[in-house]
């Protein structure tokens, strides 16, 4: 099968620039003015002159304060006080703008039309501020009670023939009480459908971190980050995706640490950076040096490079016992015979092939390693989105067993999770693969009898629905049609189903590919002030590195017909089960007795209300930190898997997706990509000088990309613009969502079941 753009409608991401695209190389620290003027310029288009600066102050405070709805770094361990970034500061305006959308707009605009408008153009709107059900007589939302429309909710789920014809998805905003509400919800109905956006980015952590030391997170806190010897940051864009890392590469640079980057391309962060709450630095304009060494993999190489530090290692230990910890590796670990069997039989030759990375550039890193004490390891989506995802982040493990960098201070893998929450949505039950342990707490402790069924995940929810096999989506947060792959078939799929459910904050594309009954539910953000009737409520989030702390809102609501998503999901729930014996009204008027009863259930959560609001939270207990390892042997298992090849055929490039520095997920804030250079457009591939002149192909020149699915069928974007960047010759780099109908939806990775987002194989021509 083929598809070309003439058959794909609503594709237009970014808002519709009026200036003339412009490609000017960024050479600036990271952070530091630039964010300064960036943010001034979103409070000053928001209207937020005022509730910004009081927003900044209270985000990320202990307990006192309201979480960033953005990424999911650590807040700082000494009370910073401004403990704030740029992308942090937009994502807060942006939920907290003036603007609203409610039944006059939706009177004004039919579907058809909204489905025309740019995605910026339909969240630039503004809130949503009260329910809406679609009315396909005049193709438009019309308003609906609340009660009615947990009413056709709950009929709808009560009439199906299988409760696993439905799904409920999750984004990593909701906070831990809803979470838990939700899997409860969910379960009691009688499914396990519960995929989520972490099935589209750290599956494969969690399973390489599972399979390896017996825990699905990272073993290391903040504190570790401040002791550490040597940092690795592997596909990560850490000034974009988690800017307040800058401040500890900053300080790890201070105090004579080494930072090395591994990553396709020298991302601003890998350079210098100065930090904003650093008033000396930033009135000095003093940048800091945030990189000892940056090492350009070729997309999905970066398993070559680290079997090649650890044969590097190895190689060393012939001569010098100490390059690794004989003592660790007896103790606490298995396999470790073979996989150093495997490393010697692994070539230099195919190292330097697969990686693009000379051998001696992999020597320095190793060599960066071995003087090293305490190492920390930290990745992204750079190495998870690949076929050989879960392997990758496997043998980033098994180089920290070889140095015994784990159950120390200063040491340890740290997964860099994106989405503010989206590891607390796995912690508190949302998992489509629950284990029995879990299920057998849960029916005790709420008198259920939960599915022992394994249920559906993010790309098989879509499977099912494109099947006919499932006839209703509930999606908690998000923008669901936008975030998924290969955009055709999900948008075929949700209008497939009987009745799609948004629980959103503000428009966006996924309100408008619904299926033949469709609601928006709109609930509070983040920043808003939660009163039910035990009084003003707090919820708890969990980040990247497993604390978890209480979030209160600060703000009036935008509308007071809002919901909060704990409400909102109480209310569904007792709609489609009317005789349950679940308290869901009790719960929903002090999430205190949330707490209490996720205490009894989660493993680590134990008196959790008072924990909470302990200063900074509490820390879930890691069993791998205290060398307590529950794998099949007891131990830390080394991995064995062989290299994949990830060289392109010739004629082939490999294109990876990403973000811009103006978006955070789906949303998009302008056309701008400072960082690297871009304004004014995002419908761009950054490409290798050399492959554009092989191609024939002039900068800014229109050109033709197809990609090429394991299943025969190939996918088109036509009319994208060439920019040339310094990436290795075989690899390409573009935007999501635009990029996403590249990628079909059987181009997931067989170890995590993640669609392999970083490595769609193409070739791009010239535009005819």
């Given at each position: 099968m083929s598809a070309s753009d003439g058959e794909r409608p609503e594709l237009r991401v970014g808002p519709v620039s009026t200036g003339e695209p412009q490609f000017d190389p960024y050479h600036h620290p990271a952070a530091g003015w630039g964010a300064a003027k960036s943010v001034t310029n979103v409070l000053v288009r928001e209207g937020a002159l005022v509730d910004g600066p009081r927003a900044v102050m209270k985000m990320n405070h202990e307990n006192t304060g309201f979480d960033c709805p953005g990424c999911a770094w650590p807040d700082d361990t000494k009370g910073l006080k401004l403990d704030i970034c740029e992308n942090g500061i937009k994502h807060v305006t942006w939920e907290m703008t003036r603007k609203r959308v409610g039944r006059e707009f939706f009177a004004a605009h039919t579907v058809s039309e909204l489905s025309g408008w740019s995605d910026f153009a339909l969240e630039d709107q503004g809130r949503?501020?009260?329910?809406?059900?679609?009315?396909?007589?005049t193709d438009r939302y019309v308003p609906i009670s609340w009660k009615d429309a947990f009413e056709l909710v709950g009929r709808t789920l009560r009439e199906l023939d299988d409760p696993n014809q439905a799904a409920y998805y999750t984004s990593g905003r909701l906070g831990n009480e809803a979470t838990f509400l939700y899997q409860l919800m969910a379960r009691e109905l009688g499914t396990n459908n519960l995929p989520d956006c972490s099935n589209m980015c750290h599956e494969a952590s969690g399973r390489a971190l599972q399979a390896s030391l017996g825990t699905g997170k990272g073993t290391v806190d903040l504190k570790d980050w401040e002791a550490t010897d040597a940092l690795f940051i592997i596909g990560v864009n850490v000034a974009s995706n988690a800017p307040r890392m800058l401040t500890s590469l900053v300080k790890a640079q201070h105090r004579g640490a080494q930072i090395v980057h591994i990553n396709p391309i020298v991302e601003a962060a890998a350079r210098r950076a100065i930090v904003p709450h650093d008033f000396m630095d930033m009135a000095l304009f003093k940048s800091t040096r945030t990189s000892t060494l940056n090492l350009q993999v070729r997309i999905g190489g970066d398993m070559a490079l680290i079997r090649g530090i650890a044969k590097a290692v190895l190689e060393q230990s012939h001569s010098d016992p100490k390059a690794l910890d004989g003592e660790f590796i007896e103790r606490h670990t298995a396999g470790f015979d073979e996989y150093k069997a495997l490393c010697e039989a692994t070539s230099w030759e195919e190292i330097e092939r697969q990686s693009a990375i000379s051998r001696a550039d992999i020597l320095k890193a190793a060599r960066i390693y071995r003087d090293a004490d305490r190492s920390i390891f930290s990745w992204c989506l750079g190495v998870t989105q690949h076929e050989q995802g879960v392997s990758a982040a496997r043998e980033i493990i098994n180089l920290l067993l070889l140095r015994g960098n784990l159950g120390r201070e200063g040491a340890g893998p740290s997964p860099v999770r994106g989405h503010s929450n989206v590891q607390g949505n796995r912690t508190c039950g949302i998992d489509h693969r629950p284990t029995e342990e879990f299920l057998d707490r849960l029916a005790a402790v709420c008198g259920i009898d939960p599915p022992r069924k394994h249920g559906l995940d993010t790309v098989g929810t879509l499977q099912a629905m494109h099947r006919g096999d499932l006839k209703v989506f509930i999606g908690m947060g998000g923008n669901f049609a936008l975030a998924v792959p290969d955009s055709p078939h999900t948008y075929e799929a949700l209008r497939g189903c009987d009745l799609t459910v948004q629980v959103s904050t503000k428009l966006n594309r996924s309100h408008l590919v619904h299926g033949r009954q469709a609601l928006i539910l709109p609930c509070l953000g983040r920043t808003e002030k939660d009163h039910q009737r035990g009084g003003l409520q707090s919820t708890s989030v969990e980040d990247s590195m497993s604390m978890v702390h209480l979030s209160v809102g600060m703000k009036k609501p935008a509308s007071p017909h809002l919901l909060s998503e704990p409400a909102i999901i109480a209310g569904m729930a007792r709609a489609a089960l009317p005789g349950s014996t679940t308290p869901w009204e009790w719960y929903i008027e002090d999430y205190d007795r949330i707490r209490d009863t996720m205490a009894r259930v989660l493993d680590g959560f134990e008196d959790f209300n008072r924990r909470v609001r302990l200063p900074l939270g509490f820390r879930i207990k890691q069993p791998a930190r205290e060398l307590v390892f529950l794998t099949p042997s007891g131990r830390a298992e080394f991995s064995h898997a062989p290299l994949p090849d990830v060289v392109p055929q010739p004629g082939m490039l490999a294109l990876g997706t990403m973000r811009s520095h103006d978006q955070w997920n789906t949303t998009i804030y302008s056309d701008n990509d400072r960082y690297r250079g871009i304004r004014n457009l995002r419908e761009l591939v950054f490409?290798?000088?050399?492959?554009?002149?092989?191609?024939?192909?002039?900068?800014?020149?229109?050109?033709?990309?197809?990609?090429?699915?394991?299943?025969?069928?190939t996918r088109s974007r036509n009319g994208f613009l060439a920019i040339p960047y310094d990436i290795p010759r075989g690899n390409a780099l573009g935007y999501m969502p635009e990029m996403n109908v590249l990628l079909a939806l059987c181009d997931y990775s067989t170890e995590s079941d993640q669609p392999i987002m970083k490595h769609l194989k193409v070739t791009i021509t010239a535009a005819t």
């Open positions: 949503l501020t009260e329910p809406m059900v679609y009315d396909p007589g490409m290798n000088r050399d492959d554009m002149r092989e191609r024939g192909i002039e900068e800014f020149a229109p050109v033709d990309i197809t990609a090429f699915a394991r299943d025969g069928s």
